[in-house]
């Protein structure tokens, strides 16, 4: 199972950044797939989730501001987050976990750094 990240970077205070993840070697039309960030000096944190009934959950700081999706063709999941905030300046982390086998990857983690 491998989960490949791309996305991320310098961005201003207002400004928008779309990370991707890229799963393989699992099913991801059976997988549930969650992004997390984890701020210096602090754990990692779930900052939304879509399950392979593509449901969405969200933490609260992250509703209205984030939306995570999937393409279960091109076996690709997203992270769109608009209105960046230097609070949310973290290395976010990919996560893949397929129902019934579970096997699970994590990606290899994107810096995000917001500006004021």
């Known amino acids: 199972v491998q989960v490949v990240q791309s996305g991320g970077g310098l961005v201003q205070t207002g400004g928008s950044l779309r990370l991707s993840c890229a799963i393989s070697?699992?099913?991801?039309?059976?997988?549930?797939v969650s992004w997390y960030a984890q701020a210096p000096g602090n754990q990692r944190e779930r900052i939304a989730r879509i399950d392979y009934g593509a449901i969405k959950e969200y933490a609260d700081f992250a509703k209205g501001r984030f939306t995570i999706s999937r393409d279960n063709i091109e076996r690709v999941a997203y992270l769109q987050m608009d209105n960046l905030q230097p609070d949310d300046t973290a290395v976010y982390y990919c996560?893949?976990?397929?129902?019934?086998?579970?096997?699970?990857?994590w990606g290899q983690g994107t810096q995000v750094t917001v500006t004021s």
């Open positions: 996560h893949a976990v397929q129902h019934f086998t579970g096997e699970e990857a």
């Open positions: 070697g699992i099913n991801i039309a059976l997988s549930d």
